[in-house]
Structures are given as C-alpha cells and as structure tokens.
C-alpha cells in the first residue's frame, strides 16, 4: 500500500466518516471490456480517499464524494474535480447514474451505511472490519444475501498474490498438522492523543450517527479508532485481517472462545489499548494475536503456522517456509518475496460487479474475520474467557 500509516498515527489520524449512494446497474446488462462503471465514495479520509484512486486507477469514474469533514472532502474532490460533493451519505444515494459504492467510514457507520445502500439498490466495496458488534454482522449478511447485490469487504489478503502462494503450500501439506498459529502488528506510534482544534468544519451529529450523543471532542474524531462508540480498537483493526489469515489458512472457522489482556501504555486519553496479547481456541490449534504499537522491532506484521512437518511465517514482503525439527533444517526450503498489494482486490471488486460472480472477500468472510476479534474485545472489557454462541451471533 502507498500510505505511510505509521505516520499518519503518529500524527493523529483524522479519519473521517460521511454517509452513503445508490446504483443504477442494470441486472443482466452486457458489459464491455472498455465500459466504465461510476461509483459514489462514502468516507474520504486516507483509506477512503486510497480506494478511490484505486478504483480510477482501474478504469471507474468517481461521480459523487461524501464527508462529514470538510478538508477530506476537499481533499477527494482534488482528485475527482467533476464528482458531486456531499455531506449527508442519504443525498448521496439519492444520486442518479452511480454502479456502486465505495464505503470506508468509521466502523460504527458500516452496518447503516451498507443497509442504505443496499436497500438503494448499490454494490457495495466495504471497508474492514465488516461490522462494530456480532450482532451486526448477522444483519449484514442477511441483508447481502436478501439483495442479491455484489458486496466485497476491504480483506485485501484474500485477493494477494502473496498469500495466495502460501496458501497453496498449506494446502500441499508441507506443514502437516498446524496446532499453534501466532500473528503480530509492530509499530511504533503510540502517543496521547491529540485534543487540540480541529482545522476546518466537521458535522459533529453526523459523525456520531447511530453512536451514542456527547459532547463534541477534536479527538474523538481526530483518533476515532482509539474510542469503543466508533470503533473496535487495534483488535478489530488490525486483528480482522490478521484472523482472516489464520482461519482461511487452517479451514478452522471462527474459534469457541477468547481471551485478551492488554492496556493503554502511550496513547494517553485513548479507551482501546495499544499493547494487548489475545488468545483464539479453535477446534484443532491454539492462535495467538500480539500488537504493540510502542515498539518497531520486527516491524509491522507478520503470521507464523507451527505444524510437525513445518513452519510457515508470511509477512507483508514475503512468506519462508522451514522443515521440521528446525535444529536440523535452519535454511529455509522454500521463499517468495512479494509486495502485498491491495490493488488486485478493487480489481476483483469491479470485475463482479460486471460479472455478477462471488468476489474473493463476500460477507461471510468479513463475519468471520471479525468474529474472532469482537469476541477478544469482549474478553478484554469484561476481564475474563468470551465464549462464542453455538449460532455465532452473540458471546457468553
């Protein structure tokens, strides 16, 4: 990906939200190889603002921008000088002549926004992690899966070429019997949170939506991530992709129970944590999840598969296999290096959409993907073993 997000944490992130638009596709329309398809973009802060040059870079047009902030918005029109701006995601969808939408706004927005355009007749590119509760997620899919509507969640891993090759080696057996599966994030920006003034006009009662109504605070907004109302923390953040990995690897859906500890250690002011250890029972391994993002030292993140034939560790630059026992076979047996890119999954995306075929990350993968995640947030709020419902929908 081209954005520095460590950076971007470091100087406390102004994500954004904004609201929704509607499609006018036409079902059974024959599509040609140079027709171009119009989205509406729901969310233009830096991964909204990312997705939508991604979708121009692929050939789609952005006709229409929606923020409740007015400098991402400005910042998105500089890209989509002719697009429609707006303030209310309604308005949006409302909004004639769009195949779909682009929607990457704070996590307590996804599930209205995702129901709004759905019910306006919109494919939907939604960003992770899918839903901001358990209950959510059984709402969406059923929605999806009632509309009939192409819908792909932002799991850029599901569409790589770089774990799509380390897939392929799992599913060889080169690794026999995984029973252990541990992933890590690693960065080091962590600080207190910025509460100074906001630069520029936001739509506060916009922004909280369907969140419970206070006070406004420049860094509620600035660092959403960092508060329960509008976010499920690093866990969901990072964790939905990192999950997703482990499950689709091992073929073990989603685990019966979790448990997580971790505190605020330098993002002072911040109610998520930024250094937290989270355990995954799955019905045939153990996986672990650690994130600190206080320290650089095997920077950013990476997955290792331990089975009794082998060792598996896939990061965002490559994947190493090793034999068992390791003592005697420390030269690794096979390597790829190649840059993880999100690029191919917007292409993915916009190939469904005129195809009408499953994309590579549909509903039930994000479901799944951040089941294991909520179910450690409430492991970690509640200070003791989450287990997960026989149906999924809710823990216990």
Not at 158 to 164: F, P
């Amino acid at each position: 990906m081209d954005v520095d997000r460590r950076k971007f944490l470091r100087e406390s992130f102004s994500g954004t939200v904004a609201m929704a638009a509607a499609p006018m596709f036409v079902p059974g329309k024959a599509w040609g190889a140079n027709d171009r398809l119009s989205f509406g973009l729901i969310g233009a802060g830096l991964r909204g603002r990312y997705l939508s040059q991604v979708c121009q870079a692929a050939g789609a047009r952005c006709a229409a921008v929606c923020d409740v902030y007015e400098p991402n918005l400005q910042l998105a029109l500089k890209d989509s000088p002719e697009a429609k701006p707006y303030v209310e995601y309604r308005d949006l969808l409302a909004q004639k002549g769009l195949d779909f939408v682009v929607i990457a706004t704070p996590d307590h927005q996804h599930c209205p926004n995702l129901l709004d355009a759905l019910a306006a007749g919109y494919d939907v590119y939604l960003e992770k992690p899918m839903s901001h509760s358990l209950e959510e997620s059984g709402k969406m899919v059923q929605a999806v899966r009632k509309s009939r509507k192409i819908v792909q969640i932002g799991m850029q891993r599901r569409s790589a070429g770089l774990t799509l090759k380390a897939k392929e080696v799992v599913d060889d057996g080169a690794l026999g019997k995984i029973t252990l599966a541990r992933t890590q994030w690693k960065w080091n920006a962590a600080g207190p949170l910025d509460n100074s003034p906001l630069r520029g006009k936001l739509d506060w009662k916009r922004f909280l939506g369907p969140a419970p109504k206070r006070p406004f605070e420049p860094m509620c907004f600035r660092v959403w991530r960092s508060f329960w109302d509008y976010s499920g923390g690093n866990l969901t953040d990072q964790g939905t992709h990192l999950m997703d990995v482990i499950q689709w690897f091992t073929k073990s859906g989603t685990p019966s129970s979790a448990t997580c500890t971790g505190r605020v250690a330098k993002m002072i002011g911040a109610e998520a944590p930024d250094v937290f250890c989270a355990v995954f029972d799955y019905p045939d391994c153990i996986a672990t999840f650690t994130l600190n993002y206080c320290n650089d030292y095997q920077d950013h993140w990476s997955v290792e598969f331990q089975g009794d034939k082998g060792t598996l560790i896939i990061d965002d630059r490559s994947f190493t296999v090793y034999r068992e026992p390791w003592k005697d076979h420390r030269e690794p047996v096979s390597r790829l290096d190649l840059r993880l890119e999100s690029e191919s999954h917007v292409r993915n995306f916009l190939d469904c959409v005129k195809s009408r075929q499953e994309p590579n990350a549909p509903v039930e993968v994000g479901a799944s993907a951040v089941t294991a995640v909520h179910l450690a947030n409430i492991a970690y709020r509640s200070g003791r073993v989450a287990k997960l419902s026989s149906d999924g929908t809710r823990a216990s």
